[in-house]
């Protein structure tokens, strides 16, 4: 039995910073509540709140992403620090 996935790290921003996350190859405007690192990963997934639009509707989504998948909103692509 393996054991289950626990947080190791995290920081947090207070307040939220203003992000985009990458969904489906669109960036859509979102914000980043912190970083965080669990026992079952190597690498920090940011822990993200955004809406995306759907053939349905508005669709909203509170998930934790690889670095790659989030960037700043603010920000040009080439001023986007690395892995951020």
Request: aromatic share 14%; net charge negative.
């Amino acid at each position: 039995m393996t054991e289950p996935a626990r947080q190791v790290d995290e920081r947090r921003y207070d307040p939220p910073r203003n992000v985009e996350v990458e969904l489906a190859g669109q960036w859509w405007p979102g914000v980043q509540h912190a970083w965080r690192l669990t026992s079952d990963r190597d690498f920090w997934v940011a822990d993200v709140e955004f809406s995306a639009q759907y053939d349905w509707g508005l669709g909203k989504h509170f998930q934790c992403v690889p670095p790659e998948r989030v960037r700043l909103a603010d920000a040009e692509n080439g001023d986007q620090p690395p892995g951020w």
